[in-house]
Structures are given as structure tokens and as C-alpha cells.
């Protein structure tokens, strides 16, 4: 079914919900669309990107933030 609907969309947009055997019941599929589905431990969510986000935003670095390691500093100088 969403071959058939991919196809007769062409150049459009497609959203389709469907009824899934998962926790939450229903699963999602997207062409052509912004909004992107993504697993979230376990349920399926749909991400809409902001307005000022775009593809070309690095993705954020993995590992400490500025404000955690002043934390861990300052914990280490107390001991």
C-alpha cells in the first residue's frame, strides 16, 4: 500500500499512520516531508525540525558541556 502511495504522490508529500504490533500500537512513514519519525525509547515520535534549523546544522559533539566541567573543577578543588 505505501508503494501506491508513494507513487501516485510523485512530487507531493506523504504522511501514512498505520496500526503496528509495538507498545505504542501505531507506527509512521514519511516521503518527502520535514518531519522525520524517530524511536524514543521504545515509542515512535515525529521530529519536526525548527524554522531556523536547517541541514546543513553540525550535529551536536558528544561530551561534557562548558557549565559540567566548571562543576567537576570546582568539586575537585573542595576534596
Do not use: C
Not at 14 to 22: K, L, V, W
Not at 65 to 74: E, G, H, L, Q, T
Request: hydrophobic share 35%; net charge positive; glycine share 4%.
Amino acid at each position: 500500500m505505501w508503494e501506491r502511495v508513494v507513487e501516485l504522490a510523485k512530487d507531493g508529500r506523504a504522511i501514512m499512520i498505520y496500526s503496528a504490533r509495538n507498545e505504542q500500537k501505531l507506527a509512521f512513514k514519511v516521503h518527502r516531508h520535514d518531519w522525520k519519525p524517530v524511536d524514543f525509547d521504545g515509542i515512535q515520535l515525529m521530529l519536526r525540525p525548527s524554522e531556523d534549523q536547517t541541514e546543513k546544522t553540525p550535529p551536536l559533539r558528544p561530551g561534557w558541556s562548558n557549565a559540567s566541567k566548571y562543576r567537576m573543577a570546582a568539586r575537585r578543588r573542595k576534596s
